[in-house]
Nanobody, 119 residues
């Protein structure tokens, strides 16, 4: 079974930075495209950053230029460096493979990590 464990969130002032981490187990991590998603209160979950298995990246307009997604295939880790944080970045952040993965239910999400941007 695939497991996803996010960490690194916290309370930060506007303009601050955070680095989110995601530990992935139960699959051949290097094979899969990966994404960081977020869900703010009262809103639908959205994809904010993606990285392919060839390390090509793509970002939502809302975070472009402020966030960097990266991966360490040797450690089965996914990262999201977030800079110049804004109050509207406040959300629970999740990682998940993009597309079907054996052993991963489409309805499964990790526990997420809370990011709160506030002065």
């Amino acid at each position: 079974q695939v497991q996803l464990v996010e960490s690194g969130g916290g309370l930060v002032q506007p303009g601050g930075s955070l680095r989110l981490s995601c530990a992935v187990s139960g699959c051949i991590f290097s094979r899969y495209h990966m994404g960081w998603y977020r869900q703010a209160p009262g809103k639908q979950r959205e994809l904010v950053a993606a990285i392919t298995n060839a390390r090509n990246t793509n970002y939502a307009d809302s975070v472009k230029g402020r966030c960097t997604i990266s991966r360490d295939n040797g450690k089965n880790m996914l990262y999201l460096q977030m800079n110049a944080l804004k109050p509207e970045d406040t959300a629970v952040y999740y990682c998940k493979p993009i597309g079907p993965v054996p052993g991963l239910s489409g309805s499964y999400w990790g526990q997420g990590t809370q990011v709160t941007v506030s002065s």
